[in-house]
């Protein structure tokens, strides 16, 4: 059981992965066209910067749950560290609780905040919901859960893309 939940989860983090480093190539066009426009073309395009900005959203907030799996984010670890090892245990459980509250707040209120925007629309974009762009806040929120669930039962996974056969080049 806990194989096959640890194989969903590397499932679910390569799709992290896969939208927020897809997010970011995007946003890596999107702004040099942006800048292109306004400066080669003397015409500036009204949407790459708003579309920037919601592609941000979702680097953010997808990307950051992948992140969050396998400990890639920003930490203060010394004086956990200089904890003897059945405190630094006690503090990660409690590390890891207190994450699960922000992935719940995530759920809540992020659920929340799409369904009062659902009906609103981008000004340089209308036909997209000013909801369907909040998205990723709950399903980021959802995904980090998750992450912090298997770490809680099964602890921090091996990276799946580093031990893969195609990473070796050798």
Not at 66 to 93: C, I, T
Request: proline content about 6%.
């Amino acid at each position: 059981m806990a194989a096959l939940f640890r194989r969903v989860m590397d499932t679910l983090y390569l799709a992290c992965v896969l939208v927020g480093c897809t997010a970011l190539v995007a946003i890596s066009a999107v702004i040099p066209y942006a800048v292109f426009t306004r400066y080669v073309l003397n015409s500036a395009a009204s949407w790459p910067e708003p579309l920037a900005v919601l592609l941000t959203i979702l680097l953010t907030f997808i990307g950051a749950a992948a992140g969050y799996r396998l400990n890639l984010h920003m930490s203060l670890s010394y004086f956990a560290n200089q904890l003897p090892e059945p405190w630094r245990k006690r503090l990660d459980v409690l590390v890891q609780l207190l994450m699960a509250l922000i992935a719940i707040f995530m759920v809540i209120w992020g659920e929340r905040l799409v369904v009062v925007t659902w009906d609103n629309t981008i000004a340089d974009f209308p036909f997209l919901s000013v909801g369907v762009t909040y998205l990723p806040i709950p399903v980021g929120g959802f995904c980090l859960l998750l992450f912090v669930i298997e770490r809680l039962f099964l602890g921090v996974p091996p990276d799946p893309i580093s031990h893969s056969d195609a990473a070796s080049f050798d």
